[in-house]
């Protein structure tokens, strides 16, 4: 089943995102020379395309995601610096030859598959590849499926909230030496409960949002806002560093 579907793009980055630290410290794991070819798998509004491309201004970089409103914000962002296409991860991957690197930051939880998923990443990469990304693991949002479980009934279905050892064996299957598999708790804080209610509408609850009606929306967001435990997004991070074998 395919996670693709519309952001908001512009509320998304208007927002304080945590997602701009994880990018750092995946670009902080690379460890380019900077003449790499390297893929943002997800890439979203380009923000860790951009900040890899003033680090290391000679890398020719290729961004995929499957929202058409993240890619134009990215295009804007990023002008002819980038390739930008628009396409399922879960798909074969429409590189224009294979990559010497892949980067992912925040994307590989909504997407359920993650051995189809690494199987295309791995036939986009040269052998000798490395593959450095960050998404959310195994625990991860805890305090807003709780809430969300409380408003619905239910946990949220679209999550793949993956653990170490189940990773680390299907990126084995797939094609990858694992160097580390890690999961980070680091919990975000967020006070306003008008931010904090955004945030959970374009960055969380989109895919629930998309399937009820408008008039519906707002009110189904401060329901879950007001079932939170307290006003944070506890996050548990998986950052996975491996080689194309
Ligand atoms: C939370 S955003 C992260 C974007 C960006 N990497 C960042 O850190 O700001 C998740 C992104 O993954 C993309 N995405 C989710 N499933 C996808 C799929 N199957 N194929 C391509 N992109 C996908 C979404 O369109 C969205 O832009």
Redesign the pocket.
């Known amino acids: 089943m395919?996670?693709?579907?519309e952001?908001d793009a512009s509320s998304?980055d208007s927002l304080p995102?945590p997602?701009v630290a994880?990018?750092q410290r995946v670009l902080d794991r690379m460890g380019l020379t900077g003449d790499e070819l390297v893929l943002?798998?997800?890439?979203?509004?380009g923000?860790?395309a951009a900040a890899l491309l003033e680090r290391w201004p000679g890398v020719r970089m290729v961004g995929?995601?499957?929202?058409q409103q993240?890619l134009d914000q990215a295009r804007e962002r990023l002008g002819d610096r980038a390739t930008l296409i628009r396409?399922?991860?879960?798909e074969p991957l429409p590189v224009p030859e294979p990559v010497d690197a892949v980067m992912?930051?925040?994307?590989f939880h909504?997407?359920q598959d993650h051995t189809l998923l690494f199987t295309r990443l791995r036939a986009s990469m040269r052998t000798g590849a490395t593959l450095s990304t960050d998404c959310g693991g195994r625990g991860n949002v805890a305090i807003v499926n709780d809430a969300l479980a409380r408003v619905t009934g239910d946990e949220h279905d679209g999550w793949e909230f993956a653990g170490e050892d189940d990773t680390r064996a299907k990126l084995e299957a797939t094609g990858f030496e694992v160097r580390s598999v890690l999961l980070r708790p680091d919990p975000f804080r967020i006070e306003d409960p008008a931010v904090l209610e955004r945030y959970l509408a374009t960055?969380m609850l989109g895919s629930k949002l998309d399937a009820m009606p408008e008039a519906d929306r707002a009110g189904f967001v401060t329901e879950v806002r007001l079932a939170m435990a307290e006003p944070v997004v506890d996050y548990v991070r998986l950052e996975i560093d491996a080689v194309a074998r």
Do not use: E, F, N, Q
């Open positions: 395919t996670s693709i579907r952001w998304y995102l997602h994880w990018g943002d798998a997800g890439c979203g509004t923000r860790d995929i995601d499957g929202s993240m396409a399922d991860l879960l992912s930051v925040a994307a909504w997407i960055v």
